[in-house]
């Protein structure tokens, strides 16, 4: 399968889980993106249109605390941070929206770690 084709297809998944879930003032939504170098994580509150909290790999105070650690452990770190970030705001739960990618890997890792932050979805 092409990259092209790969693209679209995240694409169509990606506008259809939109469709369907939207992040709120009590239960923001929490938005994954991955590059073939770098995880980037964000807690939206669509309604006020407001990035409440983010984290990637690629932000200063995530970059001395990740070394080179696998990307895995990488993206753990990332959603332990952002849980921790979205604590210090009040958010407790949120709803997660994977961007069309399936849910396993690095998504997957990012998820547990939000989870074991105290994030609920």
Do not use: W
């Not at 790969?6 to 939207?22: A, E, G, L, P, Q």
């Not at 407001?50 to 001395?64: D, L």
């Not at 959603?79 to 399936?102: H, M, N, W």
Request: hydrophobic fraction near 35%; glycine fraction near 10%; proline fraction near 2%.
């Amino acid at each position: 399968m092409s990259n092209i084709a790969k693209s679209k297809r995240r694409s169509k998944i990606r506008h259809r889980v939109r469709s369907k879930i939207s992040g709120t003032g009590e239960k923001p939504r929490l938005c994954v993106f991955k590059s073939s170098k770098h995880v980037y994580a964000q807690i939206i509150d669509d309604q006020a249109r407001a990035t409440i909290a983010a984290a990637s790999t690629v932000s200063k105070n995530m970059k001395g605390e990740l070394g080179e650690k696998p990307k895995m452990e990488k993206a753990e770190a990332i959603g332990v941070f952002l849980a921790k970030t979205a604590k210090e705001q009040g958010i407790t739960k949120v709803v997660f929206d994977r961007s069309g990618y399936k849910y396993h890997g690095i998504v997957k890792s990012l998820a547990e770690g939000a989870r074991k932050g105290g994030l609920q979805f």
